[in-house]
């Protein structure tokens, strides 16, 4: 495996600024793309870029395959004379710079684009089908958002039998068609900008590194159209186990997701074919993908369906290699990195070995006083991505201001801080950047760093607190805190680590 060293920032592009309540696919993404090439990066690392929850979460999604429509820049429609002035005007936030308004902009998007296809000429419709026929997700999915509407947003189960089994619903499609093709117009419009952005950061040097959750939502497009391949009584539509993690460092309790399981037997049948299609589809979307929670392709944490936490689950074998040899054959070279953190037995570690994807390591892991951690940088393989800090950490000033004293004082005597005024935040805090050095020096292939670390932000910016349901995903960067990254100190050390 060629192991060239290589350097990434992970930020999601609801953090991005700009006018319209989260971060779009235009300008400030170009804009973001070619500071990235300026520091010496070649990643830029996203989180799922898939329709999120009512809570904001991009890993709970009605879609695996759909893109968030809040992304579209209306800027870029006006460009294709789709919408007026005014009416991208409307689509601007006048809230908070500092948080993004999931809501708003998806209801004022939806609005926008449904005015965009009421001028749709004949060429715009004959490429939205082209779309469509190249992409045999889109119109179940477009179908499951127009009955879904038509049934004041119920999840799947609760419509009429005729429309809650996917089989019998598609006898009906005649009803929603043009509802349908509305949805069809959305996601055509997704992904040409979203094409039209990565091409352009590519030709900056900047590679896109995806996210992939394991899981999908029960009340999902893919749960509804693909019922038998998940472990859903097609009768009472009723799981009856659940996904989610045992206790762990992150929840005493452990995380009860809710998540249907897959129906491993059953997917085993047609050679895993929504395995294979989704990942291809993630691989036409990104330069690289992480699969979240990695480990479950080993063993999962099977939750009875009506338990309150996640206590009671018992670890069930997942399908190993017999996915990934099919992986291989379809998809030859995919960029694939696991997500391998937290509880994990010698399958997984097996499994890893076997496939030869990286793993990761996060450096917050391993200040403990009393183990030589996996997570400390002098243990890392080269073959690992590894992070200061991801989504569902602390940033790294706010790590060291909860942390114990010993711990604590370890974490800065391993990374060589030698200053006074640890607790000094941005963009030039020593001690961030003592913990972002130690990431960089170490022999992992990839190093990456959350843009909160970069400008030595505290806990109050941390993206997703693990476990909890509020106050999570909303975190945005603004123009100033952008401007006031040092651009040169960070060309500096992808230049003397050979990044």
């Not at 001028?119 to 499951?144: C, G, H, S």
């Not at 045992?246 to 074919?273: H, T, V």
């Amino acid at each position: 495996m060629n192991h060239k060293r290589t350097a990434g920032v992970l930020l999601h592009l609801s953090s991005l600024d700009g006018p319209f309540g989260v971060g779009v696919m235009g300008e400030e993404a170009r804009s973001f793309a070619d500071k990235l090439q300026k520091m010496g990066f070649s990643l830029w690392q996203m989180l799922p870029l898939c329709p999120v929850d009512h809570t904001g979460s991009p890993y709970c999604s009605v879609s695996a395959f759909a893109g968030n429509i809040s992304f579209i820049d209306p800027r870029i429609l006006r460009e294709d004379g789709l919408v007026t002035d005014e009416e991208v005007r409307e689509n601007e936030f006048s809230g908070s710079v500092y948080a993004a308004d999931q809501r708003f902009a998806m209801e004022k998007r939806l609005v926008l684009l449904k005015k965009a296809f009421s001028r749709l000429d004949e060429d715009t419709k004959a490429l939205v089908e082209i779309f469509a026929a190249q992409n045999r997700w889109v119109r179940p999915f477009a179908l499951y958002c127009a009955i879904k509407d038509a049934n004041g947003q119920k999840p799947w189960w609760e419509w009429e039998k005729e429309y809650s089994h996917y089989k019998t619903a598609l006898t009906h499609a005649d009803e929603f068609k043009e509802e349908t093709d509305f949805y069809l117009f959305t996601q055509y419009v997704f992904f040409t900008q979203f094409r039209s952005l990565k091409e352009y950061a590519n030709s900056r040097g900047i590679r896109i590194f995806g996210d992939m959750p394991i899981y999908v939502s029960r009340d999902s497009v893919d749960v509804w159209s693909n019922a038998g391949q998940f472990l859903i009584d097609e009768e009472t539509l009723l799981p009856s186990k659940v996904a989610g993690v045992p206790p762990d460092y992150f929840s005493q309790d452990g995380q009860l997701w809710g998540n249907p399981l897959y129906d491993w037997k059953e997917m085993e049948k047609d050679g895993y074919r929504w395995w294979i299609d989704r990942l291809s589809a993630a691989l036409k979307l990104f330069d690289r993908v992480r699969i979240d929670h990695f480990r479950a392709f080993a063993s999962y944490w099977a939750v009875p369906a009506e338990s309150e936490t996640a206590k009671n689950g018992e670890w069930l074998e997942g399908p190993g290699m017999k996915l990934f040899e099919k992986v291989r054959s379809a998809l030859p070279g995919a960029d694939i990195v696991a997500e391998d953190l937290g509880t994990f037995g010698e399958d997984v570690v097996k499994l890893l070995d076997d496939t030869g994807f990286p793993g990761m390591r996060v450096i917050q892991f391993g200040f403990d006083v009393n183990s030589d951690s996996t997570h400390l940088p002098h243990n890392y393989d080269k073959n690992c991505v590894a992070y200061v800090g991801t989504h569902d950490n602390n940033t790294i000033l706010g790590w060291l201001w909860e942390a114990g004293e010993s711990e604590r004082a370890f974490a800065l005597r391993y990374c060589c801080f030698g200053g006074q005024n640890w607790g000094e935040g941005g963009a030039y805090s020593g001690s961030c950047r003592a913990v972002i050095e130690s990431v960089w020096r170490s022999s992992a292939e990839t190093a990456v760093v959350a843009i909160q670390d970069m400008c030595g932000f505290g806990a109050d910016a941390r993206m997703n607190k693990p476990g909890t349901s509020e106050d999570n995903w909303s975190f945005r960067i603004t123009k100033e805190a952008l401007r006031g990254i040092d651009e040169q100190y960070y060309r500096e050390i992808n230049t003397v680590y050979r990044r």
